[in-house]
């Protein structure tokens, strides 16, 4: 496989545990990125995995290993720096190659064939028989410019104000979709690499990873995205880039800015996609291409794309008509801040009034109460909508919906419906304000309002319908992720009283689950092996899974970083959770409540004695001397490059800014510092050698 990074250590001091890694060791480590950036393209790219996941993590953890070792071999385009780590203390400004344009929008057909008058009165007619299109997706995302010099990553940028981003390199190095080095692939491919390359895409989320997401962080307390596009803009937007690469952006690729190559660059942009995606970058495959005889056909592929979005797994506003030559394009260029050779097709409005037939109460797994909508289905934005959540007693109250109102609702970014508003006027008098029931409608026992809190909860730890969304949740994307088992089985096996605890889970009676309908031999097993995958999932996600207040997932990634296995993090004391960076008051007392409680230390023991992984094979991460303090490297230090300096003091549990700030712990001072040493000196912050440096992880 091709390699081109070959160059591994020169450094040389035994004495400080940062010595020159063994050249069998550099060997390896070239190697298992060359394997794990091929597996990667393969499975994300591709979609085509040749390994299973556990043969990947173990690779990934070889690599991660040798490179914390050895932190002169993680190189920059090392598959292990998706996983983040780099923070920042603020974002830098890029200047663009040129100035990002936005789309000039059309509303329907009309504006569409203006659009195409337009551009015949612009083109000479002897011109005109060239012209074609291509309809696109409009995502709803972020979008994003990337720089790729001789077929390397090097910058990543946000489109900020057009002319100037904010670099987000460190952050969209964790997307796995984004290859790090084109053609990607490895061997696979006998392309060259363009000398540079900038391309112009957009990064989004998945309705259903936002979805979960929200569900997650709403379970656990903690802040919820308005919609899929701020989710992904405010995942990419992370001073911590280990942050980002817990959430689940995705990436489409549409426009080359600027493609230097020594091979015939491409003449269509048809062509240009098609070249992208050959050099292993995402191009969305959701493309229509219409001659200009054709735009009949390409108006009422446009008048009915409105329902084919709703079926995209990701968010569209609209899709993007665009002239198929870059030699027209070029001719065509630009009015104010718009080519004249694109259009934007959007689609207005994405409300509804519909009948309110029902209010009906729902139990969280917390025993949360929520209000439901249940709604007489209606058509909005292409999908039939036929719920939608009330969040709250006090929320009904405000909107003062009443059962049998007529309702506006909204779907907008997200896939959960809104209810807006009422219409007051258009009631007949036999509409009641509504009520919280007083009793759980699932058990029956009360339900509570706590003074201070807008939540409603049944206090019933027995009641089974809290029992069913825990197993929902545990089982679910994020937590344990087990193929084959979602809230059908959950409800089943809690309701026929296989499942008492979460540990049940692992102890299923097979025979009788053969005997019910639809568990036919290949569910079974499905269900079966699944279940079993499912055991060796990482500690981090079975921490997850338990569902603690305020523990989702990036919450239960830090904490295991720290601890290596559940045992010994039930065993840490309350302070100990306090003192790891990123862990709050709030969280730590609510892990430490929750382990003072038997049946859940309890709980951890029988998943353990099923076999659920509990420990980390890793070693503990060590006595992470540098943990807490936060290092500025400045100036030219005399053995290790910045990048080295900035490895050894994460490697030991530092953290590295950019910038000086009263939180800077130690300024690490090379030769012909600038700015960084002032700034140091005005803040009284200590600055230390390279030796010292050493001396403190020694
Ligand atoms: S082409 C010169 N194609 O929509 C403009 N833009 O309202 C070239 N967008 O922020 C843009 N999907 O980044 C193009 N398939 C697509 C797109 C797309 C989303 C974004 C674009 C811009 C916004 C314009």
Redesign the pocket.
């Known amino acids: 496989m091709a390699n081109r990074n070959t160059e591994a250590s020169t450094l040389s001091d035994s004495t400080t545990g940062f010595s020159t890694a063994p050249a069998n060791v550099a060997a390896r480590a070239t190697d298992l990125r060359a394997l794990l950036r091929h597996h990667q393209y393969q499975y994300y790219v591709l979609d085509a995995p040749e390994i299973s996941d556990a043969a990947f993590d173990s690779l990934f953890r070889e690599l991660q290993a040798l490179e914390a070792a050895h932190p002169a071999l993680r190189t920059a385009d090392s598959p292990t720096l998706r996983v983040g780590g780099v923070v920042a203390d603020k974002f830098e400004k890029v200047e663009h190659p040129a100035p990002m344009?936005?789309?000039a929008n059309a509303f329907g057909s009309e504006d569409l064939y203006a659009w195409r008058e337009r551009l015949k009165r612009f083109l000479p007619a002897e011109r005109h028989g060239e012209l074609s299109y291509v309809v696109?997706?409009?995502?709803?995302g972020l979008?994003v410019v990337l720089r790729y010099d001789h077929g390397d990553f090097v910058l990543g940028a946000t489109?900020g104000d057009g002319q100037f981003g904010e670099k987000i390199t460190d952050n969209l190095r964790t997307v796995r979709r984004l290859p790090l080095v084109i053609p990607a692939g490895g061997a696979t491919t006998s392309m060259h690499a363009p000398l540079q390359l900038i391309v112009?895409g957009?990064a989004y989320v998945d309705k259903a990873d936002f979805e979960a997401f929200n569900a997650r962080q709403s379970e656990a307390g903690e802040r919820l995205y308005a919609n899929p596009r701020n989710f992904a803009a405010g995942s990419l937007r992370q001073l911590d880039s280990a942050i980002s690469a817990q959430r689940p952006v995705k990436l489409w690729i549409?426009?080359a800015l600027v493609l230097e190559t020594e091979d015939n660059a491409p003449e269509t942009h048809s062509a240009m996609l098609a070249y992208l995606a050959q050099l292993g970058l995402p191009v969305c495959p959701n493309l229509r291409h219409f001659g200009d005889d054709d735009f009949d056909a390409l108006a009422a592929y446009l008048a009915e794309y409105g329902a084919l979005r709703a079926t995209l797994p990701y968010e569209v506003d609209g899709a993007?008509i665009?002239v198929d030559s870059l030699e027209l394009q070029e001719l065509l260029g630009f009015t104010g801040k718009d080519?004249r050779w694109?259009l934007?097709y959007k689609y207005a409005g994405e409300e509804a009034v519909t009948r309110l037939n029902a209010i009906v109460v729902n139990i969280g797994r917390t025993g949360v109460a929520t209000p439901n909508a249940v709604l007489e289905p209606v058509a909005v934005g292409g999908v039939i909508v036929k719920a939608a959540t009330l969040h709250n007693e006090d929320y009904v109250r405000d909107l003062d919906v009443r059962v049998g109102d007529q309702v506006v609702i909204k779907r907008a970014g997200e896939v959960i419906p809104k209810v807006l508003r009422a219409l007051p006027e258009l009631r007949n008098g036999s509409e009641a304000p509504w009520q919280m029931p007083s009793v759980c409608p699932i058990c029956g026992e009360p339900l509570v309002r706590p003074p201070d809190e807008a939540a409603t909860y049944c206090v019933n730890s027995a009641c089974p319908e809290q029992l069913v969304r825990k197993v929902e949740y545990f089982v679910g994307r994020g937590a344990m992720d087990i193929e084959g088992f979602g809230i059908k089985q959950a409800e089943a096996f809690v309701e026929l009283g296989y499942i008492k605890s979460l540990a049940d889970i692992y102890n299923l009676p097979w025979e009788k689950i053969a005997a019910l309908e639809g568990y036919k031999e290949k569910r079974l097993d499905n269900l079966r092996a699944g279940i079993e995958a499912g055991k060796q999932r990482p500690v981090a996600r079975l921490l997850t899974a338990l569902g603690i207040r305020f523990v989702g997932e990036t919450v239960a990634e830090l904490l295991m970083q720290h601890f290596s296995s559940l045992q010994a993090l039930m065993d840490a004391p309350q302070e100990e959770f306090s003192a790891i960076h990123g862990i709050g008051p709030r969280i730590a007392e609510s892990v430490h409540e929750f382990f003072l409680l038997e049946p859940n230390r309890a709980l951890v023991h029988q998943l353990a004695a099923y076999g659920v992984r509990t420990a980390e094979a890793r070693a503990p991460v060590g006595a992470q001397p540098l943990a807490g303090k936060t290092f500025v490297v400045t100036g030219t230090l005399p053995t290790l490059s910045r990048e080295e300096a900035q490895a050894l003091i994460k490697a030991n549990g530092g953290k590295v800014a950019g910038s000086v700030s009263k939180a800077t712990a130690y300024v690490v001072l090379g030769e012909n510092a600038g700015s960084k040493l002032d700034k140091a000196r005005e803040l009284g912050i200590p600055t230390i050698s390279e030796e010292e440096l050493r001396a403190l992880v020694a």
């Open positions: 344009l936005s789309l696109e997706p409009k995502f709803d979008t489109r112009r957009e549409y426009q993007v665009k080519p694109a934007a």
